[in-house]
T-cell receptor
């Protein structure tokens, strides 16, 4: 089946620290991969995406590379800010028949301290 | 960009009453909308898939008669929580897939969420 596993939080970092949030997936077929971010009190927003192997998605200083060989899509940022504090969701989407739903990981809370 | 709006953003109701939440795609047509429920420990649970002009497809364990979903047009889907009870209190989020544009990549656009509190 299709599933997403991401590291449990909370992840607590100081400002300007390096961030990695691990995400691995299991999928039948060729999934597209996404990172969504949810700021406090708000809905989800697409942060970045990658649609095929070796693609790198990037936005707002965040990056993630679609690694088919390790079935991973780890989120990284070189220098986090307090404003990056949010919940981050890794997700995949596989098309084919009825399997066109977006499947989420459980989310990772990031808390950045000044 | 694609915008999805939910209304109301928060609602408080008495136990036993019904509450309707609207989800609108403002600048695109959405043949498919999804309803999620977010629990306090962050996990996002897909409740149902709503297709315009047809019955919603519910995920296993979700009560169809409890959570009524209607997708009457390409820009509007509604979720009605019938006879709400305190355990229905949660954050409900809708999302929509653009009919024309990004369907091939699977990207969804999300509403801001609606927080339901049942007293």
């Amino acid at each position: 089946g299709n599933s997403v596993t991401q590291m449990e939080g909370p992840v607590t970092l100081s400002e300007e620290a390096f961030l990695t949030i691990n995400c691995t997936y299991t999928a039948t077929g060729y999934p597209s991969l996404f990172w969504y971010v949810q700021y406090p009190g708000e809905g989800l927003q697409l942060l970045l995406k990658a649609t095929k192997a070796d693609d790198k998605g990037s936005n707002k200083g965040f990056e993630a590379t679609y690694r088919k060989e390790t079935t991973s899509f780890h989120l990284e940022k070189g220098s986090v800010q307090v404003s990056d504090s949010a919940v981050y969701f890794c997700a995949l989407s596989v098309y084919g028949g009825a399997t066109n739903k977006l499947i989420f990981g459980t989310g990772t809370l990031l808390a950045v301290q000044p | 960009g694609a915008v999805v709006s939910q209304h109301p953003s928060w609602v408080i109701c008495k136990s036993g009453t019904s509450v309707k939440i609207e989800c609108r795609s403002l600048d695109f047509q959405a043949t498919t909308m999804f309803w999620y429920r977010q629990f306090p420990k962050q996990s996002l649970m897909l409740m149902a898939t709503s297709n315009e002009g047809s019955k919603a497809t519910y995920e296993q364990g979700v009560e169809k008669d409890k959570f009524l979903i209607n997708h009457a047009s390409l820009t509007l889907s509604t979720l009605t929580v019938t006879s709400a009870h305190p355990e229905d209190s949660s954050f409900y989020i809708c999302s929509a897939r653009d009919k024309a544009g990004v369907a091939n990549t699977g990207e969804l656009f999300f509403g801001e969420g609606s927080r339901l509190t049942v007293l």
